[in-house]
């Protein structure tokens, strides 16, 4: 089972930190001066959520039992379905709505994909939780997204 948890990591950890994977080349985005502040709240509504996601992987990749690993899958969920909201709250610079509307759909999804792999964690087939779990579409709009927005506004 740590096997396979420890591959599931390394895919939702790169939701947790755009320089974990090679994204794709993002166009720079510009954010006018006005919107600085906008842009200070949105990156650290963004790191946030970074360290949300990221406890909550390293408690998945430490589970020990089908019981354990099903309760911290639930919570991971949870954890994208708060990051989720966390960016939908206060302001975002025009230039970005775009980047975060699609951070936001993404982690949504991710949250979807954790709903899917509830059940055969529950039943202990972990192979298959951990397949529903290792959505690389998903993950690379999320991390192309974040970088996004961690480049316009770090």
Same mark, same amino acid.
């Given at each position: 089972?740590?096997?396979?948890?420890?591959a599931?990591? $390394?895919?939702? =950890?790169g939701?947790? /930190? +755009?320089?974990?994977? #090679?994204?794709?080349? !993002?166009?720079p985005v510009?954010?006018?001066?006005g919107?600085?502040p906008?842009?200070?709240q949105l990156?650290a509504r963004l790191q946030? $959520?970074?360290? =949300?996601?990221?406890? /909550? +992987?390293?408690?998945? #990749?430490?589970?020990? !039992?089908?019981?354990?690993?099903?309760?911290?899958?639930?919570?991971?969920?949870?954890?994208?379905?708060?990051?989720?909201?966390?960016l939908?709250?206060g302001p975002v610079?025009?230039a970005l709505?775009?980047?975060?509307r699609?951070?936001?759909?993404?982690?949504?999804?991710f949250?979807a994909?954790?709903?899917?792999?509830?059940?055969?964690?529950a039943?202990?087939?972990?192979?298959?939780?951990?397949?529903?779990?290792t959505d690389?579409?998903?993950?690379?709009?999320?991390?192309?997204?974040?970088?996004?927005?961690e480049?316009?506004?770090?």
């Amino acid at each position: 089972m740590r096997v396979i948890i420890a591959a599931l990591l $390394v895919v939702v =950890a790169g939701c947790s /930190s +755009s320089h974990q994977h #090679a994204a794709a080349p !993002s166009t720079p985005v510009s954010v006018a001066s006005g919107d600085r502040p906008a842009c200070a709240q949105l990156f650290a509504r963004l790191q946030r $959520v970074s360290a =949300a996601i990221q406890g /909550s +992987s390293e408690l998945i #990749a430490n589970s020990l !039992s089908k019981a354990q690993l099903s309760e911290r899958i639930a919570f991971e969920q949870s954890q994208l379905q708060q990051s989720a909201d966390l960016l939908e709250q206060g302001p975002v610079p025009a230039a970005l709505a775009g980047a975060d509307r699609d951070l936001v759909a993404a982690l949504r999804a991710f949250t979807a994909d954790f709903e899917r792999a509830r059940e055969p964690a529950a039943r202990g087939d972990f192979q298959a939780a951990a397949e529903a779990m290792t959505d690389t579409a998903v993950v690379t709009r999320i991390v192309n997204a974040s970088k996004t927005i961690e480049d316009a506004c770090k």
